[in-house]
């Protein structure tokens, strides 16, 4: 009898750290995630490798860099010669699912006429649902060959009071549902053939468009004066970097696309209570996961963690969505990790982690070894105790190549982040382009909501320079571990 433990690995898609009640939103109903964290260890500083999702996601599959396994921008196909840990899982003997998105290639129609390319990722059963959008429901997406089965049309309209909000379909037919639903499917097969499993559990939702069901957003609307603003301060952006100041325009640069000036504060409310109400979805499929798993008698021998593959903007510094920026609401992710009697139970972890951490963790916990290729470090001695919780990591790295926001101008930059001082360095490949405020620095203990940048404030030269050599440190401690293939001598 194969006792290796189970891993049911939640991944949400763009959800911020503070949509959860365990976070300290007073908002969101999130009983069973929040029962989860009270059973579990709760992450309170754990961030993702990327603000957008393809890189963030090979990032933790692979345990290694966006730079590194190479998929450093969404539409990249991940190399057929990386390895991901669900690979590594299936090698050694476990069956391995997937519900929803995976998005380690390029996904857009053109690039993908059938189904995402896949390299040996391991998983045996592949339910594959990129997103929920109407538009692409001509691709090979279970999830809408699903709902056409059904006899349900997949019709999302705008709202006649916010044309920023979509009314999505009821609960039972969301993708979140859907994804639920294969997750116990599969758990049910696997238990009848007694062989250990790992499931990837990958709802679209809170993605935007923002197309909760209209029964989960009913219930804020008479509260929805008492949802708060977005965090902006008029006139922050004066000393941001140029693709800031285009978002703050319209989403991606696109004209329209969430212009935050032309919002109303009933839009900006509205769509902040649409995000709260699609992870108050998430949380009642978790709780559907969790209660097969008691019924089942699977939870005892069944490691969760959950988490998202990065956040989203909801207006903050007068943006929406995610781009070529590294705010709190963007890198700051939610992270829980639970395995009843094995790991600690209703503690807090203050220390810097990486969602890289997540692939050696689960390794070591299995009894695996970590692939050579990983740049991870296993939180296991956290979850077990044998560690001090509020020291982890000296520091975090997060990356974003390639924002492209009209015409030719392309923009890289990365982060670093101490847990108090936040830096980040911007190139922008364009001489036409303006060159003021490519670089930011953050005091987030004196202003922790990163509206003032300091990185031409000479009271912090000191701390800039310091954080510069840290940061060129980190670059060469990203380089590829493997050893280079071929010989050039």
Do not use: G, N, Q, T
């Given at each position: 009898m194969d006792n290796r433990p189970n891993i049911l690995w939640i991944c949400t898609d763009q959800q911020r750290f503070d949509t959860l009640g365990c976070y300290g939103n007073k908002f969101v109903k999130t009983p069973n995630l929040d029962r989860l964290a009270a059973n579990g260890v709760r992450f309170t500083r754990a961030y993702c490798q990327a603000p957008v999702c393809a890189p963030s996601r090979a990032s933790f599959l692979s345990g290694r860099y966006p730079r590194t396994c190479r998929v450093r921008q969404n539409g990249q196909d991940i190399p057929e010669d990386e390895i991901l840990v669900t690979r590594l899982f299936h090698d050694a003997g476990y069956a391995c699912g997937l519900s929803g998105k995976l998005h380690l290639s390029g996904c857009a129609p053109?690039?993908?006429?059938t189904i995402e390319r896949r390299i040996n990722d391991g998983y045996d059963y592949f339910a594959w649902s990129h997103d929920n959008n109407t538009p692409n429901d001509w691709l090979m997406n279970s999830y809408s060959h699903w709902l056409r089965a059904q006899g349900v049309e997949n019709h999302r309209p705008v709202r006649e009071d916010c044309r920023f909000v979509l009314t999505g379909l009821p609960a039972e037919y969301s993708q979140?549902?859907?994804?639920?639903d294969c997750a116990i499917e599969f758990m049910q097969a696997a238990a009848v053939k007694n062989r250990p499993w790992v499931?990837?559990?990958n709802c679209f939702d809170p993605h935007h468009p923002f197309d909760p069901p209209a029964?989960?957003?009913?219930?804020y609307l008479p509260i929805l004066d008492q949802i708060p603003l977005p965090d902006y301060v008029q006139g922050e952006l004066a000393t941001k970097t140029p693709p800031q100041r285009k978002e703050h325009r319209g989403a991606y640069g696109i004209k329209g696309n969430f212009p935050y000036d032309e919002m109303t504060e009933?839009?900006?409310?509205?769509?902040?209570?649409?995000?709260?109400?699609?992870?108050?979805?998430?949380d009642v499929q978790v709780g559907r996961m969790l209660r097969y798993l008691e019924e089942s008698g699977q939870l005892e021998n069944t490691i969760i963690l959950f988490h998202s593959d990065h956040g989203e903007s909801l207006g903050d510094h007068g943006m929406y969505l995610k781009g070529c920026y590294f705010y709190e609401s963007n890198v700051h992710v939610p992270l829980i990790l639970s395995w009843k009697d094995h790991f600690s139970a209703g503690v807090t972890a203050d220390g810097l982690v990486e969602l890289l951490d997540l692939a050696p963790t689960l390794l070591e916990a299995c009894g695996l070894e970590k692939h050579p290729g990983m740049q991870g470090r296993s939180l296991l001695p956290l979850l077990t105790g044998e560690a001090p919780l509020d020291t982890f990591r000296e520091d975090v790295f997060c990356e974003y190549y390639k924002t492209k926001l009209g015409g030719d101008t392309v923009s890289f930059a990365s982060m670093l982040f101490d847990g108090r001082y936040k830096i980040t360095q911007m190139h922008t490949l364009a001489e036409s382009y303006p060159q003021d405020h490519q670089n930011e620095l953050y005091d987030l203990a004196a202003d922790p909501d990163e509206h003032i940048n300091r990185y031409d404030d000479p009271e912090y030269t000191a701390v800039k320079l310091r954080l510069l050599e840290q940061f060129c440190n980190r670059q060469a401690l990203t380089a590829d571990p493997l050893p280079i293939k071929a010989s050039y001598w």
């Open positions: 053109a690039a993908c006429p979140a549902k859907w994804c639920a499931f990837s559990f029964e989960y957003l009913e219930r009933y839009d900006h409310r509205l769509v902040r209570a649409a995000c709260y109400a699609m992870c108050d979805l998430i």
